[in-house]
Nanobody, 126 residues
Framework: QVRLVESGGGLVQAGDSLRLSCVIS????????VAWFRQAPGKAREFVAA????????YYADSRKDRFTISRDNAKNTVYLQMNSLYPEDTAIYYC???????????????????WGQGTQVTVSS
């Protein structure tokens, strides 16, 4: 079993920054992919960023790669999502997720991720 706990969300103004954290615990997940997704009200869950724990490359949704950065602290088993220059349309619940299947490139389909956190709300006011 893998447990994920997100934190760091909140209410900010347009142009502000936030850093989300996801602490991962449980059985070995070093061969897995870790991703951030988000879901706005009335919309489908969408891919934000990901990496394979055994690799160095990071992957982003094209529309967010200039403002968002995914990173990790191996010692703390924690994954971060740094979000800069936030827009009101970034308002959503942000989730981290783990896919334990081996893939050369992390999946972007949320249905392939087996483990999810409870999410953290990000609200950006104009």
């Amino acid at each position: 079993q893998v447990r994920l706990v997100e934190s760091g969300g909140g209410l900010v103004q347009a142009g502000d920054s936030l850093r989300l954290s996801c602490v991962i615990s449980g059985r070995t997940f070093r061969g897995s992919a870790v991703a951030w997704f988000r879901q706005a009200p009335g919309k489908a869950r969408e891919f934000v960023a990901a990496f394979n724990w055994n690799g160095d490359d990071t992957y982003y949704a094209d529309s967010r790669k200039d403002r968002f950065t995914i990173s990790r602290d191996n010692a703390k088993n924690t994954v971060y999502l740094q979000m800069n220059s936030l827009y009101p349309e970034d308002t959503a619940i942000y989730y981290c997720a783990v896919d334990t299947a081996w893939r050369a490139v992390p999946a972007r389909e949320h249905g392939l991720y087996e483990y999810w956190g409870q999410g953290t709300q990000v609200t950006v006011s104009s």
